[in-house]
């Protein structure tokens, strides 16, 4: 069983930065591919990033947010980070760290993981 906590979420001016955490629980983190996804008012929830459970640490983005947002994991802290700059109005969401035990399946699907946090709301203003 893995916890989720994600924190770091708030209001931001259009073109501003924030750095999402999400902290896990558990002594096997490193073994978890893990993955950010995010959900706005009256949409589905969308594949944000996700990064790979080796120590390759292979990173794979969303069209929407490459270039602007990255993905980086400190296995010695059980944390996984998603830095977001040059925020736009839509990337407001309610922002979900993710955190996928299977192998060989795609880290942009919501299916390919087990255990989700809570959340954390992200408001970018114009």
């Known amino acids: 069983q893995v916890q989720l906590v994600e924190s770091g979420g708030g209001l931001v001016q259009a073109g501003g930065s924030l750095r999402l955490s999400c902290a896990a629980s558990?002594?096997?983190?490193?073994?978890?591919?893990m993955g950010w996804f995010r959900q706005a008012p009256g949409k589905e929830r969308e594949f944000v990033a996700t990064?790979?459970?080796?120590?390759?640490?292979?990173?794979y983005y969303a069209e929407s947010v490459k270039g602007r947002f990255t993905i980086s994991r400190d296995n010695a802290k059980n944390t996984v980070y998603l830095q977001m700059n040059s925020l736009k109005p839509e990337d407001t969401a309610v922002y979900y760290c993710a955190a996928s035990s299977q192998r060989g399946v795609r880290g942009d699907r919501i299916g390919s993981y087990d255990y989700w946090g809570q959340g954390t709301q992200v408001t970018v203003s114009s």
């Open positions: 990064i790979a459970w080796t120590g390759a640490s292979i990173t």
């Open positions: 558990g002594r096997t983190f490193s073994s978890y591919a």
